[in-house]
């Protein structure tokens, strides 16, 4: 049975966890420290074992992928020492196939090992930081799985979504306008019915690949994360919400919502870099069971700026993924890799697709339809469309593009009143949130004139291999680059308007 704990392991093989053996408090301590060895990329995870005001055995887990590429690739049952567009080629691959999970007996669900029901049911055992000096309160749902039951069609969705401690027996759950859940529970309310629902701390971190992405909402994740690793999900039916629950979870929290059961939550430090939006009214769940087991870790995600922020990397490489498989759905030819920026606010702010151009207004069709496809739409600004010769998921070989092959007054579209999410600190007053715009780039060569175009300075292939064959004899201590782009010989043509401008000369 695939777990956080069997992850955990393949973490620590590659040198990549670092445990915490020495008492920190969970009042700002240990996302302090999470921010501070986050500066650097490639920081390991960090697994607290000694948090204040904690029973003993109970832990907390920052930084679970962080920047960190392997640790991405470790739980998306891939192997190491790929690129991250490789990595993202596949996932989008693997988005392809669908496996509904596996129903397994409660009794054997590791996460049933400790249940405690109604009155004896108490939120806050558990070791729920408060991450930022500002946030309003203990946030016990950072990194979760948020699970609910579509009242129409009947299929598990799951999320992830922040929740804040509100007494032993309530916690708030927030959401965006737009979110699956939200939609969800209000058919529920509409009808004046109560929404059950599951908050899942450490499950098997595939599942936060899924749960934190955009899907059909008419389909469950629990199947792409099936198709993803080529095996089922294990999970239990609930018997106190019906709920299809990962049985390895390390942590389960499940009540049900109330219609009209709402109070000020709020605010919290967001992936932007910034608190989201004031202390609002939020609705709150009334928790009937908690399950957990011996020694349970409790998942947390830092929101912050690069290079900090947990989410950056690991979803960049799945949002990616899923804008290019969507681009594909929709019959677009010629993309040779799309990449969101961990850098740009989580990995939501830019994406950079580079393409073959084919056909006159290709360049311009990508950005339009890459700005709005399900998997792309959400809060996204900039969207940056490069030829094949860049590399995109390179922000220096991007930036070059956009300085030479753009010109700003023809090359960049606005869309305007598009997606976007209450966490924007740049929309005021905060009411505006919800709608933001998008710009699109066309950082291409101009199609009309491609052949009159200038010529990128090019190494001859010849010439690049023979260096790389003599690497270590200049005593670098580095690998050489990889460079997939050079000079053909067929291809020395000196552009036309190159030609004329010489004979003006003369």
Not at 325 to 334: I, T
Not at 369 to 388: F, M, N, T
Not at 424 to 450: M, V
Request: net charge negative; with cysteine; charged share 25%.
């Amino acid at each position: 049975m695939r777990d956080l704990r069997s992850w955990l392991q393949q973490v620590e093989e590659i040198g990549e966890l670092q445990t915490i053996r020495a008492e920190m408090d969970w009042n700002e301590e240990t996302s302090a420290l999470n921010y501070m060895v986050g500066q650097r990329e490639g920081a390991p995870a960090l697994l607290f074992e000694n948090i204040k005001d904690t029973p003993p055995g109970f832990r907390a887990l920052h930084n679970i992928f962080g920047t960190s590429k392997e640790r991405v690739a470790a739980a998306l049952g891939m192997p190491h020492g790929k690129s991250i567009i490789e990595l993202i080629q596949r996932v989008r691959a693997n988005f392809l196939r669908k496996i509904p999970p596996q129903v397994v007996p409660a009794a054997s669900a590791p996460v049933n090992e400790n249940i405690r029901r109604n009155g004896q049911a108490d939120i806050t055992i558990f070791p729920a930081p408060k991450m930022w000096p500002l946030d309003g309160g203990r946030y016990l749902g950072t990194w979760d799985v948020f699970l609910t039951r579509d009242l129409e069609d009947g299929h598990i969705n799951l999320g992830t979504y922040r929740q804040m401690i509100k007494s032993p027996r309530e916690l708030f759950v927030y959401w965006s306008p737009g979110k699956d859940a939200r939609l969800q529970a209000e058919r529920y309310w509409q009808r004046g019915r109560s929404f059950p629902v599951a908050a899942v701390y450490g499950p098997d971190p595939l599942l936060f690949t899924v749960a934190s992405t955009t899907l059909p909402k008419t389909e469950s994740e629990y199947e792409y994360a099936g198709g993803m690793i080529g095996q089922p999900v294990e999970v239990f039916e609930s018997d106190v919400t019906g709920l299809l629950i990962p049985a390895s979870a390390e942590i389960v929290i499940e009540g049900e919502m109330r219609p009209g059961n709402e109070a000020m939550e709020g605010p919290f430090g967001e992936f932007t870099g910034y608190y989201g939006r004031p202390e609002a009214r939020t609705p709150i769940i009334d928790v009937k069971c908690v399950r957990y087991r011996r020694d349970p870790i409790l998942t947390c995600a830092l929101m912050a700026d690069y290079p900090a922020c947990e989410q950056s990397l690991m979803f960049s490489i799945v949002r990616s993924a899923r804008i290019w498989a969507d681009l594909e759905k929709l019959g677009v030819p010629g993309i040779q890799g799309i990449f969101s920026f961990p850098e740009a606010a989580g990995g939501f702010g830019a994406t950079a697709i580079s393409i073959e151009q084919r056909y006159p207004g290709h360049a311009s069709q990508v950005a339009t339809l890459a700005a709005q496809v399900p998997s792309g739409a959400y809060y996204s600004k900039y969207i940056i469309v490069v030829d094949e010769d860049v590399d995109c998921s390179d922000i220096h070989q991007v930036l070059w593009a956009m300085s030479t092959r753009s010109d700003p007054e023809t090359d960049i579209e606005v869309l305007r009143n598009t997606w976007s999410t209450y966490l924007d600190p740049t929309k005021n007053p905060p009411e505006e949130r919800p709608y933001g715009s998008k710009a699109l780039i066309n950082a291409c060569k101009e199609h009309k004139h491609l052949k009159q175009f200038s010529k990128r300075n090019r190494l001859r292939r010849e010439v690049y291999e023979r260096l790389v064959a003599r690497w270590n004899e200049f005593g670098m201590k580095f690998p050489p680059p990889q460079i997939r782009h050079f000079e053909q010989d067929g291809s020395l043509v000196v552009p036309e308007f190159a030609k004329s401008s010489e004979r003006e000369m003369m």
